[in-house]
């Protein structure tokens, strides 16, 4: 297929290839929503960069799928970049170092295998140039990725971050991408001067600092975001940033709420359950790990199961069930993504809804099959399917039986559908129990607030409500 770039596309392939900056430091930034042709821009910047032997061994660093998958694909997809031979280094280890030995012009690898990689190669490490897929998987400097790939970043002369979601839970996240990209020039050389600088501590406890909060402006004409815009300022000659909406013209995105009652006597068990679990809590200080045990606990009995301490699970109710049948009928036959929290979620709508004959997402061969037609009901974990997968060509109706607090999981993974290329509105349902701590997770979501301040809040609710 011939290749022709959009503005847009061109902006950012020339981004890569011949931005000053980005030549001086070696690093570029394409922060672009999803949907802008992340991977065709960089593509196109790779093969030029080849053709002029700038480069001559680039690597490129994907969750799993994407690198298995998603690259290799679309390199084989446009007429200037087929003829790229692509290994691709996962598998076994015996598969990995065959992969890593045999002879290509493009080499993908999934970011949990990069701590090997560099234990394996050492400092022979000689890929020139490392393209990071969704960089945010390498927003925490305590990382075993991160500190891996950050041993061999002297030996590497160009890096290229692609993101649409750089700091999804705060501007923290930004300062280890941002040193992988230029060693540390404009955000510190170390996340102590970035946090010094822009930030100050939050919840604490002795020498623990928990969280830190963006520091805010004395200056109230200038407002609050000075420091954040500070941060961007200083990123944005290395950094470049588009939304979808300034560039494509997508048909029209439709969410609504399927909002369902419980019924009085499953209301008085939840009642219940919800008093007991907030009073596991009642003692202890209020952190992100006590957070997320109390409302995962609640978004299981939500959903209609909840866990026992035997790793068994025991159903409770199938309103949520019951509603996502009324979505199948009315799809009508067509294709339909659901996304899911828990595994019992999938067993629990395998066995219930198994004349709509659902279908886990499993490997690579899975997404070929949903975007033909094949799969008419896809189950899918937000983490398995939620960064730079094309499943727009398979279909345009979407569900959540169960809502992530993680925006950049949500977001990513409704823009499997609503992406370029899609050619009729993608229609998202969201299931909701009224009353229950899914009406939490929604109003965090359409707030934009990041997973753990939402978890936190809503654990605060729940103590104050029982205290």
Known sequence: MQYVPNKYQKIATKHIIKNKAVQLCGGAGLLLDMGLGKTVSTATAIVEMLDRMEISKPLIIAPKRVAEHTWPKELAKWDHTKHLKVSVIIGTEKQRIKALRAKADVYTINRENIPWL???????????MVVIDESSSFKNANSKRFKALKKVRP?????????????????????????????????????????????????????????????????????????????????????VSMKAKDW???PPVIERIIEIDMPSKIRKVYDEFERDAVMEFMSEEITAVNAAALTGKLLQFANGAVYT????FVEIHDLKIKALEEILEEANGNPLLVFYNFKHDVERIKTKLKAFKPHLLGNSSDIDRWN???????????????????????????????L????????????????????????ISKIKIKGTIDEDVIKALEKKETGQEALMQALKAKINKYS
């Open 372 to 402: 033909a037609g094949e799969i008419p009901f896809l189950l899918a974990h937000p983490q398995s399917a939620g960064h730079g997968l094309n499943m727009q060509d398979g279909g345009n109706l979407l569900a959540w039986f169960g």
């Open 309 to 312: 301490e035997a790793k068994n």
């Open 404 to 427: 992530p607090w993680s925006l950049e999981s949500y977001l990513q993974a409704n823009a499997r559908l609503a992406r370029q290329g899609q050619k009729k509105s993608v229609i």
């Open 155 to 239: 030996l590497i002369h160009r890096l290229v971050l692609l993101t649409g979601t750089p700091s999804p839970n705060g501007l923290l996240d930004l300062w280890p991408q941002l040193y992988l990209a230029d060693k540390g020039e404009r955000l510190g050389k170390t996340i102590g001067e970035y946090r010094k600088e822009y930030f100050n501590p939050g919840q604490s406890k002795g020498h623990v600092v928990y969280e830190y909060n963006l520091k805010s402006s004395s200056n109230e004409l200038i407002g609050k975001d000075i420091y954040s815009e500070a941060i961007y300022d200083r990123i944005s000659d290395i950094c």
């Open 118 to 128: 560099v234990a394996y190669v050492g400092m022979k490490f000689d890929f020139d």
């Open 248 to 250: 494509l013209d997508l």
